[in-house]
């Protein structure tokens, strides 16, 4: 579902013991049966973190309003698909539509992880295939001049563990937006933006294009005080290369015994120090520069943590609330790996657009999002899909290899 404004920009980039040897010119060559992968290392302990808290059922409490408000977020979404499927001809996402990169990878998590971290997926040594889309955050195509946040969502693929009812594939998604916070604070923050957006969809590109300008220009000003503003970067995200980008869930999921974000952050100097992308000449610019990168050389990422250690200031009801790193900082847990590959063929982008799915519910129960906002997706982004897969008259498919992803 379309993210509402969602600021902050995320804490430093991973520097001391993050680089992998020779990754940018020479990808490691691949073993059987999976995909290339960078050395695993031993997760660094933090002296005295913070005591996390526990999960427990009551953390969540839902109003009792939130299932109406959830109903009415689903039909505003799906009369917003009606209106871009009819001005392109197909159902697209009602959110995250435009794709800039379709990836197959592998994520490696990490040895010697201290027992508040080896939760979940995450609870012992082990490399998972991953699938791994790119995107703009409009439920709609537009030329990247109308600059807004960007997203990165994971299918991880061969998980093993109790899932969430409904889900019966031994996939875990995690679906992550620029931005450690989300724009609203629950459903009903959300439903009123949605509303607003709905309106916004039948804009003029021209006129998008122009607001996303200005929002730029105003954001970049903030920025540059050390101040920024949801609203501003949402619209008027910085032309930032989708590699040189960190990630984060916003909203928090359950995390084995605990309760976390996650970030992913690009973990050598090549990626973070990406220019910022000329998005005036070419409508695909950011396509264009994640295709061109992947053709020469892979891309590796680190997968953190942030774990929650105080209810008060890091609130599970509250999605728009910065959680403080001074407090918990993110820590790693796992590597993302991304070969070189061709990023965004017309084959494997007719799947992984149209048929493939990024949902909150294909989880383990291990990492069920928590949170109003988070309940709003987890019925929100199924509906949608079905609706899309409807209108195309395509089926729903989760692979079990990358192998059953076309190329």
């Not at 505003?76 to 001005?87: D, I, L, W």
């Not at 995250?96 to 990169?101: D, E, L, R, V």
């Not at 040895?111 to 709609?140: D, H, I, M, T």
């Not at 290369?241 to 869930?249: D, G, Q, S």
Request: include cysteine.
């Amino acid at each position: 579902m379309t993210p509402a404004p969602a600021g902050g920009q995320g804490p430093a980039l991973p520097g001391n013991g993050a680089t992998f040897a020779g990754l940018r010119r020479k990808p490691a060559p691949p073993r059987p049966g999976l995909l290339a992968a960078a050395p695993a290392r031993k997760v660094r302990r933090m002296a005295d973190p913070r005591s996390p808290v526990r999960y427990r059922d009551e953390i969540e409490t839902p109003r009792p309003e939130e299932a109406e408000t959830i109903e009415r977020i689903i039909a505003a979404m799906t009369r917003e698909s009606g209106v871009t499927a009819a001005r392109c001809g197909h159902a697209i996402r009602a959110s995250h539509a435009k794709s800039h990169g379709l990836l197959k990878g592998e994520l490696q998590v990490l040895e010697g992880l201290p027992p508040e971290l080896a939760q979940g997926l995450f609870a012992r040594p082990r490399r998972y295939p991953v699938l791994a889309r790119l995107s703009n955050a409009p439920g709609e195509i537009l030329a990247d001049s109308v600059s807004t946040q960007r997203g990165m969502a994971l299918k991880v693929l061969g998980v093993e563990g109790e899932r969430l009812p409904g889900h019966d594939a031994a996939t875990q998604d995690f679906v992550l937006d620029t931005g450690t916070r989300f724009g609203n604070a629950d459903a009903a923050g959300f439903l009123a933006t949605i509303l607003a957006l709905e309106q916004a969809t039948r804009m003029p590109q021209a006129l998008k294009s122009a607001v996303s300008g200005a929002a730029r220009a105003a954001n970049a000003a903030l920025n540059a005080m050390g101040r920024d503003n949801a609203l501003l970067d949402f619209l008027g995200h910085p032309p930032r290369h989708p590699l040189a980008e960190p990630y984060f869930t916003q909203a928090p999921i359950r995390y084995g015994d605990y309760i976390a974000k996650l970030g992913i952050f690009p973990a050598t100097p090549d990626l973070a120090a990406l220019p910022h992308i000329d998005l005036s000449k070419d409508p695909d610019a950011l396509r264009t520069a994640t295709v061109a990168w992947f053709r020469q050389q892979p891309a590796a990422f680190e997968v953190q943590v942030q774990l929650c250690t105080d209810l008060d200031r890091m609130p599970v009801e509250d999605a728009s609330v910065d959680w403080p790193q001074e407090e918990s900082p993110y820590r790693t847990v796992a590597r993302l790996y991304l070969p070189a590959q061709e990023a965004c063929g017309p084959v494997r982008r007719r799947f992984m657009d149209d048929v493939l799915s990024f949902c909150p519910s294909h989880s383990l129960a291990a990492h069920r999002p928590l949170g109003s906002l988070m309940r709003a997706r987890l019925r929100a982004y199924p509906a949608l899909a079905a609706w899309r897969r409807s209108r195309n008259g395509t089926e729903a498919r989760e692979p079990g290899t990358p192998e059953e992803v076309p190329d």
